[in-house]
Nanobody, 117 residues
Framework: VQLQASGGGLVQAGGSLRLPCVVSGTIFRFRNMGWYRQAPGKQRELVAAITSGGSTNYADSVKGRFTIFRDNGDNTVYLRMSSLNPEDTAVYYC????????????WGQGTQVTVSS
C-alpha cells in the first residue's frame, strides 16, 4: 500500500488549496478514507472522512470550509480547503478511517500546508 499526498504549499490566510492523495496497492473503492493533519507539537487529528459510499463527516474546526471527495476511477481522495487560517498549518495525510491497524504504518510523507497571517 502507498499513500501519496500532495498539493500543499504556502498560502495566505483566506486562501484555498486542493490536496489530492493517490492510493495504490488496494481496492480503493471499498475503502473508507480520511484526511488527517498534524501540527507541530500536537497529535495527529482527523479533519474529514468519506465512506466508500460517499458519506462524509468533518471535524468541527473545518466544517463549512473543507470538503472531502473521492474519484474511484483515479484511486484518489481529495481535500478542498478554503478560508484557510494559520491554525490550519500542519502536515496533511490521508489514510483509512477508521484507521486500520494493518495500515497504521502507511502514512507516507504527507504534504505541508502553511498558512500565513
Amino acid at each position: 500500500v502507498q499513500l501519496q499526498a500532495s498539493g500543499g504549499g504556502l498560502v495566505q490566510a483566506g486562501g484555498s488549496l486542493r490536496l489530492p492523495c493517490v492510493v495504490s496497492g488496494t481496492i480503493f473503492r471499498f475503502r473508507n478514507m480520511g484526511w488527517y493533519r498534524q501540527a507541530p507539537g500536537k497529535q495527529r487529528e482527523l479533519v474529514a472522512a468519506i465512506t466508500s459510499g460517499g458519506s462524509t463527516n468533518y471535524a468541527d474546526s473545518v466544517k463549512g470550509r473543507f470538503t472531502i471527495f473521492r474519484d474511484n476511477g483515479d484511486n484518489t481522495v481529495y481535500l478542498r480547503m478554503s478560508s484557510l487560517n494559520p491554525e490550519d498549518t500542519a502536515v496533511y495525510y490521508c489514510n483509512t478511517h477508521p484507521l486500520l491497524s494493518s495500515w497504521s504504518d502507511y502514512w507516507g510523507q504527507g504534504t505541508q500546508v502553511t498558512v500565513s497571517s
